[in-house]
């Protein structure tokens, strides 16, 4: 029987989450995807005037279908915690049931059921400042959309998980070793993100037989990485920096994904798992 999978994090077709959503098409998996509120007219409107059909083609030759897209922002767990000047933005107003309990309830409506929950959305605010600049709430927001909205979503999801179902989130090796320019509390929101893996794998693994992983995945020049401003660097980098000396593509990190979600790799939870051609492994630049 085909799986389900609900991809948080997607609006466009040039991020990881896109490229998972595709590695997943490809392996027979029913996709629904969790859209930035802010972001959804557009993504829906280039979807449906066929911006994206080049970039949806499957190795079968199929176009990549989207059964459903879900508006979402990560940050609000439920209409209470909604601030009056959000629910009253113009670009808010038009959806409804975006909060993360009420996203996963309109799922459980829809289909009842999912086997893979994807999280593929960060957001700091603070980004571009270094730790030591950043703001008390410049680093908040970057642990509240960044972490929690991971924990969030678990959650909230969990209940519609089938036992056996899969859960995988994106992180950067800025968690563990120093990337200068990769500030505002993000690196610190990556740390997080890290070590509630292994948590989330031990508590969703007893209780629910849930696997929990995350992918630490080299640089890709998504539209949130050309918001921090130094991704060309990076990649470049890593071109000439790491044992495999090729640029990165996000099927690369898709296919991992797909992997980490199948049986294949049944015995896998609480992992980081680095797709970043082995940069990571380097203890210095030659
Ligand atoms: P992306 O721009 O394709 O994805 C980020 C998504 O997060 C966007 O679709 C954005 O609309 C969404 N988002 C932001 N705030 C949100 C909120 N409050 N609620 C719901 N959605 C929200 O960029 P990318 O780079 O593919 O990012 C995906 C994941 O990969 C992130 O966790 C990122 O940190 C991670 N990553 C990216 C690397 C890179 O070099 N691009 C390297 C390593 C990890």
Do not use: C
Request: hydrophobic share 40%.
């Amino acid at each position: 029987k085909g799986k389900r999978a609900f991809i948080a994090g997607v609006a466009d077709d040039n991020g990881y989450g896109w490229a998972i959503a595709k590695s997943l098409a490809a392996a027979g998996a029913e996709i629904l995807v969790g859209t930035w509120v802010p972001a959804l007219n557009i993504f829906e409107s280039s979807f449906r005037r066929g911006k994206f059909d080049e970039s949806r083609v499957l190795p079968d030759g199929s176009l990549m279908e989207i059964t459903k897209v879900y508006p979402l922002d990560a940050v609000f767990d439920s209409p209470d915690d909604v601030p009056e000047d959000i629910k009253t933005n113009k670009r808010y107003a038009g959806s409804s049931n975006w909060t993360v309990k009420e996203v996963a309830e309109s799922v459980k409506q829809d289909f009842g059921s999912i086997d893979i929950l994807v999280h593929s959305l960060a957001n700091g605010p603070e980004v571009t400042r270094p730790l030591l600049e950043t703001s008390r709430n410049g680093y908040l927001a970057a642990l509240s959309a960044s972490s929690y909205s991971y924990i969030s979503l678990l959650k909230h999801f969990v209940p519609i998980i089938n036992p056996g179902g899969s859960s995988l989130s994106l992180t950067y090796i800025a968690s563990e070793r120093i990337i200068p320019g990769y500030g505002g509390g993000m690196s610190s929101a990556k740390a997080a993100l890290e070590s509630d893996t292994r948590v989330l794998a031990f508590e969703a693994g007893r209780k629910h037989k849930i696997r929990v992983n995350t992918i630490s995945a080299g640089p890709l020049r998504s539209r949130a990485a050309k918001a921090i401003g130094f991704i060309d660097m990076m990649i470049d980098y890593s071109s000439a920096n790491a044992p495999l000396q090729k640029e990165l593509s996000a099927e690369e990190v898709g296919n991992a994904a797909a992997f980490l979600a199948s049986p294949l790799a049944s015995a896998i939870t609480g992992a980081v798992i680095y797709v970043d051609n082995g940069l990571n492994a380097m203890g210095v630049g030659v």
